[in-house]
């Protein structure tokens, strides 16, 4: 087997003493190519980073088809905060905000904030989403909460980024199957939180994957499954930018060409990607056939 480098790499594991399952992302030049974006005022980057790492570590014990995507909107300093991983390991983010920004920079504390995990095929038209409570201050905080309440299990999750790395560790204990002792289900529950609380934030960002699971836990027997690797990459093409100006209507599209020289040009916020149009395109696009899908028998 190829061995993974060690960034942008999401680990599954099953503690197999303890009945105890996780997952632990590294992201490297995936979250620097996301960070490298915008020039993002420190607490917004970390922010940033820690739902990058959340976005993927939170497709580790789910079957996905299609993507997975934290999203908060506020009418805080925080306007909106944006990420996702497809279900090809494939990473994009974003944030927008706007100055002076509160210190700390802290979620239950942003006025009308909202958060959704949603998951789906956008081709497909299938979508499940959930709402996360923002009672508490940070987001992995948020996160545990959420998972408790729809799961009923008890769940830890760690988040932490800098400039090089964004990290994320998630344990749930595995429900019961009927065959165990409830109460030493929960001494090893203990255990392991025992052991999770003496992992730092500067322990989390510098240590190599393997390493960090093996210090840990090597009493409770890791069991390590088939490595998944994780990469920045983004879902925009022309056709759905096709679809997003068919629908803004023939009077707008026509307008944005008057307003700019008979072209439109739309940037990818996500991955800076142009894409551009003239009056024969925006006619093409705006025409039956173009809906319809029929070639287009025009001259």
């Known amino acids: 087997m190829e061995t993974l480098p060690a960034d942008d790499v999401l680990h599954r594991f099953l503690l197999e003493h303890a009945g105890v399952r996780g997952a632990l992302v590294r992201l490297g030049p995936a979250w620097r190519d996301v960070a490298g974006r915008a020039d993002y005022p420190p607490a917004v980057r970390a922010l940033l980073g820690e739902a990058l790492a959340a976005s993927a570590l939170l497709t580790g014990n789910i079957k996905l088809d299609g993507a997975l995507s934290l999203e908060l909107k506020s009418g805080g300093a925080l306007r909106l905060l944006f990420t996702e991983c497809t279900d090809q390991g494939r990473l994009r983010g974003l944030a927008r905000w706007a100055d002076p920004l509160p210190e700390p920079l802290e979620l239950n504390a942003l006025p009308d904030a909202i958060m959704a995990i949603t998951i789906g095929n956008v081709e497909r038209g299938q979508r499940y989403q959930g709402l996360v409570d923002l009672q508490q201050a940070r987001l992995a905080d948020a996160l545990e909460n959420y998972f408790i309440r729809s799961e009923q299990l008890p769940a830890r999750i760690l988040l932490a980024a800098n400039g090089d790395h964004a990290v994320g560790l998630m344990l749930q204990k595995l429900p019961d199957e009927g065959g165990r002792d409830a109460a030493a289900d929960d001494e090893a529950w203990d255990r392991v939180m025992h052991l999770t609380a003496t992992l730092g934030a500067a322990e989390l960002l510098g240590s190599v994957p393997e390493q960090l699971l093996y210090r840990l836990y090597h009493e409770e027997s890791v069991r390590l499954f088939e490595p998944r690797p994780l990469a920045f990459g983004c879902s925009c093409s022309r056709e759905r930018v096709t679809a997003m100006l068919r629908s803004l209507g023939r009077d707008e599209v026509e307008a944005a060409l008057a307003a700019h020289g008979d072209e439109i040009e739309v940037i990818c ?30 001259q």
């Open 269 to 298: 916020e996500f991955c800076a990607q142009r894409y551009r149009f003239d009056r024969v395109d925006a006619g093409y696009l705006l025409s039956r056939n173009a809906v319809s899908g029929a070639p287009d028998t025009a």
